[in-house]
């Protein structure tokens, strides 16, 4: 057993209710790593799993999805990955938020040199989540426009510059003048500010009426209807979050009234579910990393001991682009 430093949440609730403290880290069991982190990123998940959206384990329980490190130590059974390595990961249980974790070796993904660690820690849960939702839940190709909601955000940058490569005009939607002239500059060909513009109106406008093949929503609450009357005849909704609320439910026949359209609500465990999979997707989002076409800028370091401030940034919309905690 190791102590190292921690955040926990004790009771859901607010940003306050984050403990920094010193928990205890076990030695790695059959098929597992420990791993020391260097850099943690921060996600709108976390705010999620703080507040009981998402539910936690156990309480109190350490949160965070995705840091990088150096294996420490591995278990039984362990041969691909050795003391050293460097390596980054998404979780699929939450624990991120400390100076070591100690997870199954099947979540790992391997840092090829040219990845540092901070931009790893920022850019393998965001980076794969826009991977399977342009390539998966629904396959971009060129000449198509699509609407990206909240475009200047960690998951929205990283789609708006890799549609761009693709040859694929992004609208997007943002709440300043100052996230749309950065949204702009990372791919989006028509930043609209949805605080301000009636969206749908705009991209009727922009698609000479026709509407869009697919929506990226991880709004949710505030955009799902928007982002429905978007969509043209048949068209996709591809929701996957909710950091602007609960989608309510709604009456199906409406997709019919709208043009038969078409709705999914994605979750990157679903896409990453088997290591041969996630380590496809990882090795296509490390060829976009390595040509610049996908570089998060990094709108923040903030200490772990921290977070609590971190999460009231991001939950007040005062961050852009990716932020990473360092432990
Ligand atoms: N399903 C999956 O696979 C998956 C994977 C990763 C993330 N997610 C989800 O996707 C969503 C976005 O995650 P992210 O980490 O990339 O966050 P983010 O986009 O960096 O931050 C959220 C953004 O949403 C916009 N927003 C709109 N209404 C808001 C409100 N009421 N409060 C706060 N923000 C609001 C803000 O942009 P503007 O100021 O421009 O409006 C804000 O910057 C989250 O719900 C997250 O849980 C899902």
């Known amino acids: 057993m190791t102590n190292v430093y921690a955040v926990r949440v004790h009771q859901l609730g607010g940003p306050e209710r984050l403990r920094y403290e010193q928990v205890e880290v076990g030695e790695p069991r059959r098929g597992e790593a420990r791993i020391r982190h260097t850099a943690i990123g921060l996600n709108f998940t976390d705010i999620h799993f703080r507040t009981g959206r998402y539910p936690l384990p156990s309480l109190p329980h350490v949160i965070g999805m995705?840091?990088?490190?150096?294996?420490?130590?591995?278990?039984?059974?362990?041969?691909a990955f050795q003391p050293g390595d460097r390596v980054a990961y998404a979780a699929a249980t939450p624990g991120a938020y400390a100076q070591a974790t100690v997870m199954p070796v099947t979540r790992l993904i391997k840092l090829p040199d040219f990845i540092d660690d901070e931009a790893a820690a920022s850019t393998i849960l965001k980076g794969l989540t826009a991977q399977y939702l342009i390539r998966s839940a629904y396959t971009i190709r060129r000449g198509e426009?699509?609407?990206?909601?909240?475009?200047?955000?960690?998951?929205?940058?990283?789609?708006?510059?890799?549609?761009?490569?693709?040859?694929?005009?992004?609208?997007?939607?943002?709440?300043?003048?100052?996230?749309?002239?950065?949204?702009?500059?990372?791919?989006?060909?028509?930043?609209?500010?949805?605080?301000?513009?009636?969206?749908?109106?705009?991209?009727?406008?922009l698609t000479a009426g026709a509407g869009l093949p697919v929506v990226y929503d991880g709004v949710g609450g505030s955009t799902y209807e928007t982002s429905l009357q978007c969509l043209k005849r048949r068209g996709l909704a591809v929701f996957y979050g909710s950091a602007g609320g609960v989608i309510p439910p709604f009456d199906l026949w409406r997709l019919n009234r709208m043009g038969s359209l078409y709705v999914t609500y994605a979750g990157l465990a679903d896409y990453l579910?088997?290591?041969?999979?996630?380590?496809?997707?990882?090795?296509?989002?490390?060829?976009?990393?390595?040509?610049?076409?996908?570089?998060?800028?990094?709108?923040?370091?903030?200490?772990?001991?921290?977070?609590?401030?971190?999460?009231?940034?991001l939950e007040g919309r005062r961050t852009t682009g990716a932020s990473v905690l360092i432990p």
Not at 70 to 77: F, K, Q, T
Not at 154 to 176: E, K, N, P, Y
Not at 187 to 205: F, H, M, N, S
């Open 66 to 79: 995705e840091a990088a490190g150096v294996i420490e130590s591995v278990g039984d059974g362990v041969t």
């Open 273 to 313: 579910h088997e290591p041969a999979e996630m380590n496809e997707r990882a090795a296509d989002l490390f060829l976009m990393m390595r040509s610049g076409i996908v570089k998060v800028p990094i709108h923040k370091r903030y200490r772990l001991a921290d977070a609590a401030q971190a999460h009231a940034d």
């Open 145 to 205: 426009t699509i609407l990206v909601q909240a475009a200047a955000g960690g998951v929205g940058l990283i789609i708006c510059q890799w549609a761009r490569h693709l040859g694929v005009r992004v609208i997007g939607t943002v709440s300043t003048p100052e996230k749309a002239a950065l949204a702009s500059a990372n791919g989006c060909d028509e930043p609209i500010l949805y605080t301000r513009e009636d969206v749908a109106e705009r991209v009727r406008g």
